[in-house]
């Protein structure tokens, strides 16, 4: 629209050219205060007809994609503290106050609404990284995710797909990274309190837990698994591909009652899913399909609520088991983790209205999922390495005990060093 253009274009021109600070006084004297001067003149025209067009879905839209072209060339100039300030500005606004401006009236009654919105709390997202550590809610944790339907909904603005993507992958990055220096520095011999943050929820056992997924190493690694089921369905029909993959996703899962739930579950579901194409040879279109079907089976089915299955799985003990079968997914069909990712936001705003304490059980499994996707991610590596059994030191009855984490992020100078510090057992007097 054309009115939508005039205000885009001279937002992008002020902020572009201009302090942060006068930018975002001009966003507020358009959008909020309606205040007119010679500098947003056509601004003010532009959004005056919108609001005498009484559409206040034009309105939200334009509002909406206005904040993300600020927040998009802030970001690129890694001026945080103004994308925290322009949403905040929305913040205890006098929008109940008398006006006897028509147009004012109803831009305050339309921006009581958009607050009211779910667009203003994907919106929230962008201020999350700066809030409190202490004082955020338990679902805060997982950002990365909650951004993820953002930039995978097409219906989006350009702008809000591109700074949801930016920011998602800034702060998988720098779990990761977080990660990688907690897990090298607290198997050092430095002093606790010199320890970096844990940025898990999980406590001292995250160490027992990345142990636990790094050491599916070798022939039977999920990567090798992976490649070969891949080589192996290659030329199948789908039928055929559809039964090898239930064996492939309960292979090595040493709980029965879950491969016996896994097993009778999802036959039901995929023995009758896209049937037209049972004799058809697996192609990657229909493999997608599957994959995207499967994992919405182990998930959320209607995107709203936990499917039935996930349910039943999760009551079956360790989520690290379920965690483990969606990595499965993910590695025979890497396209699928966008789609992966968006049901893990929608249960994650499923579950964020209960209390932490009514939702443990649930928050270990996002905790779990975090921490295998960040050891699994493209540009991280995770080994185990088994110290000198001659140090005393390091004599323990558990297997575990006697292994070392490293860990790798590609072109990280600081991580290796953090890493050099466990590459021998530490001294001690004797």
């Not at 239930?246 to 579901?269: A, G």
Request: with cysteine; aromatic share 12%.
């Amino acid at each position: 629209m054309p009115s939508q253009d005039m205000i885009y274009r001279f937002l992008l021109e002020i902020v572009q050219h201009w302090p942060p600070e006068d930018v975002l006084l001009e966003f507020k004297r358009l959008f909020i205060y309606y205040d007119s001067n010679p500098i947003n003149a056509i601004a003010i025209k532009s959004l005056s007809e919108i609001i005498f067009s009484n559409n206040e879905e034009e309105f939200r839209n334009t509002l909406k994609r206005s904040c993300y072209i600020l927040i998009n060339n802030w970001e690129t100039t890694r001026n945080y503290s103004s994308i925290k300030e322009l949403i905040h500005s929305f913040d205890n606004l006098l929008i109940s106050k008398k006006t006897l401006s028509h147009n004012l009236s109803r831009l305050r009654l339309w921006l009581a609404n958009f607050i009211k919105s779910k667009d203003y709390q994907e919106l929230k997202l962008f201020a999350a990284r700066y809030e409190d550590g202490d004082n955020l809610h338990w679902s805060q944790r997982y950002t990365s995710y909650l951004l993820v339907p953002q930039y995978a909904d097409l219906k989006n603005p350009v702008e809000q797909r591109e700074a949801a993507r930016v920011l998602s992958q800034e702060l998988k990055d720098k779990f990761k990274f977080d990660l990688a220096m907690y897990t090298a520095r607290s198997q050092s011999a430095i002093g606790r309190e010199q320890l970096p943050k844990n940025p898990t929820g999980l406590g001292d056992e995250v160490l027992r837990l990345i142990k636990a997924i790094v050491a599916k190493r070798g022939p039977f690694s999920y990567e090798n698994l992976a490649n070969i089921f891949k080589h192996q369905t290659k030329e199948l029909p789908y039928q055929d591909f559809k039964q090898s993959l239930k064996k492939y996703l309960i292979f090595s899962v040493q709980n029965p009652n879950f491969v016996e739930v896994l097993r009778t579950k999802l036959s039901e579901k995929l023995d009758r899913l896209y049937n037209s194409h049972n004799e058809n040879v697996l192609n990657d279109a229909i493999m997608l399909r599957t994959c995207n079907r499967v994992i919405e089976y182990l998930t959320t089915e209607n995107h709203q609520e936990p499917s039935p299955l996930f349910g039943l799985l999760m009551s079956q003990g360790n989520p690290l088991t379920l965690v483990i079968v969606l990595l499965k997914v993910i590695l025979i069909s890497k396209n699928s983790r966008t789609h992966l990712e968006t049901c893990i936001a929608e249960l994650i705003q499923y579950y964020m209205h209960y209390p932490e304490e009514d939702c443990k059980w649930v928050i270990s499994f996002f905790e779990i999922f975090n921490i295998t996707f960040a050891i699994y991610g493209e540009n991280v590596q995770y080994n185990l390495i088994k110290m000198q059994e001659h140090r005393k030191e390091y004599q323990s009855d558990k297997p575990v005990e006697v292994y070392r984490v490293f860990s790798q992020l590609k072109m990280n100078a600081e991580l290796e060093a953090a890493n050099e510090a466990i590459a021998e057992p530490p001294i001690t007097d004797e």
